[in-house]
C-alpha cells in the first residue's frame, strides 16, 4: 500500500519505550506516534521531572529509530509551550493536540467504579481547537488536531485554525469508516465553494 502507517505506542516506564519503537519500525512502521500521559500520583514528584521524563522518552526513541516520530499529549500542563518546544527540539516532527484520557464513573446502584467506554462529541473540539491556533504560529513542528472532530465542518475548522492534519475516531465507530469519504468530500465541496486549490490556501488563516 501507498498509505504511511503510523503505528501508535504506549508504555509505562521510559525504559520500554524504545524498544518497542525500534520493534514496531522493524516490523514496517514509517512514523510514530508516542502516547504519552503521566499519571502525577506522586506528591514527592516536581512538576519538572515529570515534563523532563517526557523530553527523555522523545530522546531515547529517537536514538534507536529513524522514522518521523509524533508525540500525543494532554492539557495539563502549568506552560504548554515551554513543553512542546522541548519536545519539537528532542526531536518530534508532530504533536497531537490533545489526548482523551480515560473518563471512570460510578454506578450508585451497586456501589461500584465503572470504565463507561464514552465517545466523544463535537463539544469537546472547543479546547484543542484554541491550542491548536496557539502552538501552530509558534510551535516548530507539525500540530493535528484532536478530540470532537465528527464531520467535514470540524476538520475544516481545525484546518483554518492551523492543523496540520486531524484525527478521528469516535465519528468513525458512529458512523463507519467509509464516513472518512464523507468528510473529504466535504472538505473538497467547501474547497471549491471557497475558490481554495489546496489546503494550504487556507491552513491558519484563523
Known sequence: TNVPVIASINCVSAH???????ELVEAGADGLELNVFIVPKDERILSAEIEDL??????????????PISIKIGPFFSNAFNITQRLCQAGVSGM???NRFYRPDIDIDTEEITRPNYLSCPQEMGQPLRWVSLFSTRVKCDIA????????SGMIKMLLAGAAAVQVCSTLYVNGLGYID????????????????????FKGKL
Open 145 to 152: 488536531g484532536n478530540t470532537g472532530i465528527h464531520d467535514g
Open 16 to 22: 520500554e519505550w524504545p524498544r518497542y519503537a525500534k
Open 54 to 67: 517526557y523530553v527523555k522518552i522523545v530522546e531515547e526513541v529517537r536514538k534507536n529509530v529513524n522514522v
Open 182 to 201: 464523507t468528510m473529504v468530500n466535504d472538505l473538497q465541496k467547501w474547497m471549491t465553494w471557497k475558490g481554495y486549490e489546496k489546503i494550504d490556501d
Open 96 to 98: 497531537v493536540v490533545f
